[in-house]
Each structure stands twice: as C-alpha cells, then as structure tokens.
C-alpha cells in the first residue's frame, strides 16, 4: 500500500519561499517519476513541476523560474523548493508518482496548505 506524506506548508508572505517535502513507502521510490500537484480552493487539482527518475525536470509556466523539484532516492523523498511566492500560489500541495512525466498514478495523501498572504 502506498503512502504518500507531504509537509513544510504554512502561511508567507508574497516574495517569500518555503520547501515542502513528501515522503513515499509502498512504492519503488527510485523506479518511477514523481510529482507536485496543487489544488485551489474551487480549482481542480493541477500539475505543478515533474522529475523523471533520470532527474529531468519539468514545470508548468506559472512557476517555472520560481520553483525547483528535487528529489532524494536514499530518503524516498521528493522536495519543492518554492521561491518568489506569490498570493494566486495560495493551494493544497500534493505529491505523486506519475507516468508520462504528468500524470499521478496512486491515491493522494493529505496535502499541505501554503497560503501566500500579508
């Protein structure tokens, strides 16, 4: 069974960064393409930034410049460094393992909520 577990959200101000992190079990961490996924409040879920088990990345155009996936193969870990926060950035955050660079394949886990505000 696989678990999925995010943290590092919290409340910013706009300009400022946070890295959140997600910890995978169940699953071959090494063997697969992971991901970020955001969820505004009304929105659905969107992909955010992507890195293949080769660490290629990719990131959609709203954070690209702003936003750095990384991950942690000994640690079963995937990181998103976030800098440059802005407000409309204010979502869920959730990771996954994907196929196809884009598209999660397990359940989610419970997020973690960054709110970008003054």
């Known amino acids: 069974q696989v678990q999925l577990v995010e943290s590092g959200g919290g409340l910013v101000q706009p300009g400022g960064s946070l890295r959140l992190s997600c910890v995978a079990s169940?699953?071959?961490?090494?063997?697969?393409?992971w991901g970020w996924f955001r969820q505004a409040p009304g929105k659905e879920r969107d992909f955010v930034a992507g890195?293949?088990?080769?660490?290629?990345?990719n990131y959609a155009d709203s954070v690209k410049g702003r936003f750095t996936i990384s991950r942690d193969n000994a640690k079963n870990t995937v990181y998103l460094q976030m800098n440059s926060l802005k407000p409309d950035d204010t979502a869920v955050y959730y990771c996954?393992?994907?196929?196809?660079?884009?598209?999660?394949?397990?359940?989610w886990g419970q997020g973690t909520q960054v709110t970008v505000s003054s």
């Open positions: 996954n393992y994907l196929r196809d660079y884009t598209i999660p394949i397990g359940s």
């Open positions: 169940g699953v071959i961490f090494r063997f697969y393409a």
């Open positions: 890195i293949s088990s080769g660490e290629r990345t």
